[in-house]
């Protein structure tokens, strides 16, 4: 597995998509179902959050971050996963607003990830 | 004792994670099943209708009954305290990992979780399980052993009940065989004991008989009627 972008690699830890590819004994098809829950997950879990802050719901946007988090992580994409994880901590001391300013960053960041893990399910 | 690979019950609310445990799991030789929630969970672990589990991996945080709930379920279950739990907990939660290992769990695995630590930490528990179901049930054989010798004393013993017992190589099934054969021995020599009883009642019944035939054909009475009855059968003779 291989990246020409930049880019990629930065918002993917590719050595994190290898380990999974080799934890199924190279099968490609579990890789691209992983990706695929990934990618049908991660909107409505953004949904979620930006709902929970406008409500100041805090546990809402916890349980949100951290399974974007922790989802994130387990692809490999490790930035988005430490930008999900600041948004818990702050929404755990009850700090939603500095959680919402850290939405953006996120969904930015997330954009990038989409990008790269599409270009790893064509190859 | 089982044979079977490990059957481990993963409770967790993320796909992905549910995904990525099941497969490597099975890729590792285990079977795995899963749950979404601690609802879910304790409702596939009391189920007498499926296959018992030997292993819990468990996520801290889930919607509806999250992990503290579904240990502590567990835990107060006589039927299910005695199953091993793996947490699942992300690095940061360390304080709520500490947690639920004083609350009784068995050890815990970060996420995102390596591989090789979660098949030694899973090899681990199944191997603890495993010892005390060994234990368990060297326990319940010394009870039937135990319940054989009360039903021996009350002559209720039945043989057969000892035949699992028996089969077993180490002393536990060495005592249950020879208990057998001596129960066995007993049981013959009662047998005997009463058969010989029978016999000597029936002697002495017979030898009562003859006394008392005796006694009536000793008397004066009846050798004069003797003497009657053979002079009667003289006469119709001639």
């Given at each position: 597995m291989n990246s020409s972008k930049s880019s990629e690699n930065q918002s993917l830890d590719l050595s994190k998509l290898q380990q999974l590819q080799e934890i199924t004994g190279g099968d490609p098809d579990f890789l691209v179902e992983l990706i695929d829950v990934y990618l049908e997950d991660a909107p409505r879990l953004f949904a979620t959050m930006k709902d929970a802050l406008s409500r100041d719901d805090a546990e809402s946007t916890i349980r949100a971050a951290h399974d974007l988090k922790s989802n994130s992580l387990n692809l490999g994409a490790t930035a988005l996963g430490a930008v999900c994880l600041e948004m818990e901590t702050r929404a755990k001391d009850e700090k939603l607003q500095e959680a919402a300013l850290l939405l953006p960053v996120a969904e930015a960041e997330y954009f990038r990830v989409v990008a790269a893990l599409r270009a790893v399910s064509v190859k | 004792m089982s044979n079977n690979k490990g059957r481990i019950l993963v409770v967790e609310d993320s796909r992905i994670n549910r995904l990525l445990l099941k497969r490597t799991l099975e890729e590792q030789g285990f079977e795995a099943t899963l749950a979404v929630d601690g609802f879910q969970a304790l409702a596939m672990l009391r189920a007498k209708t499926t296959v018992p589990c030997d292993v819990v991996l468990l996520?801290?945080?889930?919607?509806?009954?999250?992990g503290y709930q579904t240990l502590s379920a567990i835990k107060a279950d006589p039927a299910l305290q005695h199953l091993p739990v793996i947490m699942i907990s992300a690095v940061e939660e360390m304080d709520s990992t500490i947690r639920c290992i004083e609350m009784g769990a068995t050890d815990y695995l970060s996420k995102p979780f390596n591989p090789a630590l979660l098949k030694a930490r899973v090899s681990a528990s199944l191997t603890g399980k495993r010892l005390r179901d060994r234990e368990m049930e060297y326990l319940e054989q010394v009870a039937i052993v135990t319940e054989a010798a009360v039903a021996l004393e009350a002559s209720?013993?039945?043989?057969?009940?000892?035949d699992d017992v028996a089969r077993r190589s180490d002393s536990l099934g060495n005592l249950a065989r020879v208990f057998k054969k001596v129960a066995a021995d007993m049981l013959a020599r009662e047998a005997r004991i009463r058969r010989q009883m029978l016999e000597m009642r029936i002697e002495i019944d017979e030898a009562r008989r003859s006394k008392k035939v005796a006694e009536i054909t000793g008397t004066e009475c009846f050798k004069h009627l003797r003497g009657h009855a053979g002079k009667l059968r003289k006469l119709l003779e001639s």
């Open positions: - | 996520d801290i945080l889930m919607p509806n009954m999250d209720a013993f039945e043989p057969s009940g000892l």
